[in-house]
């Protein structure tokens, strides 16, 4: 019972399985039902389920035929319709025939246009594929016809730039022609050819700038010398073109001269500006360039050394500035129309050492010169050759400096030419006062120099000045010094305080050096007379009166007030008064030694017992020179005058009680000493009678008290009154020192004992000899007392 439920269990179970496998077919697609069947034969129940399947099949096929019959009716009537239509499809069939007919016979010419227009197409797409082509090969035909023009011209710099496009942008794009091989397999071949003729021309071109620049830099200062002088005509006025014209000019000649082998232009730089070259060709710029600036600086180092004889000739300098200036024109052309072959690192580095040799070769070379003509001619060169280079954008300030060096040494070739002009003047002066005999002659010899005095223009025709020629001569000169002084000064780029300071420097150096020593030679010449120190010292006066006018002249020149802080004074007052304190120390001394060759005609007899009752001759003919003498110093200053008389009656006195004190002279009777206080006497006269003006009473009879006392002791034979009196203030013989009268009174003792002169004082005096004894001791007393 079990078992029979147990398979009645199973077979339920295999009969839902079958059921799930046939509904599984019935929807599977075909190509997925082989897993499906594969179920059925893994199981037991296969049979059974083959039993199903016809059984689902009979099923299908009962309904198949039940739809069939369904449908049967509608089919015959389709089949029906469709026998119908048949006769028309052929009347239809028969008219698209004949249509079709029809239409190819009408459309054959359509047909064969048609072709033609395909073969045309077909052309047109074949000449533009092979204009593309040739577009393409075009340019690369072009680039090599223009690299040989280059090559044929000789414009290798250009070509071989040509052939860098070439190679790199052209080629590359058309490579796969045979004739593109064949230029590139030519092409190392090319560059080769072009670097070899390109070193060559710039061996040629650097020779040919070497023999031209001396040209281009003669043209370039040229026209900075024309450009200058525009400058200077519009003055004020706004200038007509500019310093950069200069520069363009030079630039045009510099083309024409060297338009064989220069670079002219960007393109002509070739491979100095080509920023992405290969190796070779960094290699060839390289070469052009070192070997380029190597040449160019053994170049400058000839161009720098200047001729031993350059000194000598403003024309040596000119030379050697022109080949300075077109050398580095040439260099400023390359830098601006190249890219590679020079930079400004290179020019900078160049002009630094040009600027330093070219300095020290003019500090050198301006020594030797002694002409200051040409050391002004030099200035100006100078200046012009900085103002040449500063147009093409070199720095020359150290120029600038170097010119106030040269400025000093102007200065001294100035002061020697102005010494020997100064030396000139006043040697061919005649010390004597300008004579005038018209008006015009007055207003000539004041219009040379600022003098004024009323009372001289009041004075009739013939007049005369009071100073000598050498006075607006030195004036005028002193002027034309100071003229020169500025015209070293112009162009240097100072202000006017500079200026003034340079020239007033300048003069004082010429007032206080070169003038003062031409007069002081004048004045120590030995061949000089009173007249001529007499008239230097009024030229020197009028002179120094006339400084303040020569400050006014610098002030109108500079436009620099006096008043200034820090503005130099000339010093010419000073140089006159030490002039003229010079010539009147030498009046004194001539006066002096004038008095000394009098009193060396002296011839006295000591032992004389004559009394005598007139001056000696030599003393008459001194006192007659001392008042001519005196009589030519109506001129000069009042103390100068006044000094120069008492300097005089001073060293007369001093040198007569010296000639009577003097050892030679061992006795001396008092005959020889009345004649002696006729002389002193006529002196006294000469004082008194006033030979110079200003003198106070008796202040002149002072120079000779000192003999008046001396002679009035011994001829008095006062001595009880000298030795009484002795040392009280207002003693009689206050003048008379003690020693000076034991001297002399020794001289007459001796006289006395030898020859009795003193028979005459018997009456007053029983013995003589006994009373000059007695003086004698007691003068030997003060003597002992005042020493103690």
Known sequence: MERGKMAEAESLETAAEHERILREIESTDTACIGPTLRSVYDGEEHGRFME????????????????????YQGFVDSITELLKVRGEAQKLKNQV??????????????????????????????????????????????????????????????????LEHLEHT????????????????????????????????LKDFLESIRKHSDKIGETAMKQAQQQRNLDNIVLQQPRIGSKRKSKKDVYTIFDTELESTSPKSEQDSGILDVEDEEDDEEGARETFENYYRKQRRKQARLVLQPPSNMHETLDGYRKYFNQIVGFFVVEDHILHTTQGLVNRAYIDELWEMALSKTIAALRTHSSYCSDPNLVLDLKNLIVLFADTLQVYGFPVNQLFDMLLEIRDQYSETLLKKWAGIFRNILDSDNYSPIPVTSEEMYKKVVGQFPFQDTELEKQPFPKKFPFSEFVPKV???????????????????????????????????????????????????????????????????????????????????????????????????????????????EIYTNLNQKIDQFLQLADYDWMTGDLGNKASDYLVDLIAFLRSTFAVFTHLPGKVAQ????????????????????????????????????????????????????????TLQLAFIDLRQLLDLFIQWDWSTYLA????????????????????????????????????????????????????????????????
């Open 475 to 585: 004036y005028n000169q002193i002027k034309e010094f100071i003229y020169a002084c500025l015209k070293f000064s112009e162009d240097l780029h100072l202000s006017s305080t500079e200026v003034d300071d340079m020239i007033r420097k300048s003069t004082n150096l010429l007032l206080t050096r070169t003038l003062s020593n031409s007069l002081q030679n004048v004045i120590k010449r030995k061949n000089i007379g009173l007249t001529e120190l007499v008239q230097i010292i009024i030229n020197t006066t009028h002179l120094e009166k006339s400084c303040k006018y020569l400050e006014e002249f610098i002030t109108n020149i500079t436009n620099v007030l006096p008043e200034t802080v820090h503005t130099t004074k000339l010093y010419g007052t000073t140089t006159f008064k030490d002039a003229r304190h010079a010539a009147e120390e």
């Open 643 to 698: 000094t120069a008389c008492m300097s005089a009656c001073k060293h007369l006195a001093t040198s007569l009680m010296q000639l009577l004190l003097e050892a030679e002279v061992r006795q001396l009777t008092l005959g020889a000493l009345q004649q002696f206080n006729l002389d002193v006497r006529e002196c006294e006269q000469f004082a008194r009678s006033g030979p110079v003006p200003g003198f106070q009473e008796d």
């Open 170 to 201: 052209y080629l590359p794009q058309v490579s796969h022609y045979r004739f593109c091989k064949v230029m590139v397999d030519n092409i190392p071949k090319l560059r080769e050819e072009i670097k070899d003729v390109s070193m060559s021309d």
């Open 52 to 71: 199903k399947l016809e059984t689902r099949i009979r099923n299908h096929d009962r309904e198949i035929e039940k739809m069939c019959n369904f449908h």
């Open 97 to 162: 025939t004949d249509t079709n007919r029809k239409l190819q016979h009408e459309g054959k010419e359509l047909v064969i246009a048609m072709e033609e227009l395909k073969q045309c197409r077909l052309q047109q797409r074949n000449i533009s594929a092979t204009v593309d082509k040739l577009m393409l090969c075009l340019p690369v035909l072009e680039m090599y016809s223009k690299l040989r023009d280059q090559m044929k011209t000789k414009r290798h710099y250009p070509a071989l730039k040509t």
């Open 725 to 788: 009196d002795y040392g009280q203030p207002n003693c009689k013989y206050l003048r008379v020192n003690p020693v000076t009268a034991l001297t002399l009174l020794e001289k007459m003792k001796d006289t006395s004992r030898k020859n009795n002169m003193f028979a005459q004082f018997r009456k007053n005096e029983r013995d003589k000899q006994k009373l000059i004894d007695t003086v004698a001791k007691q003068l030997r007393g003060l003597i002992s007392s005042h020493h103690s």
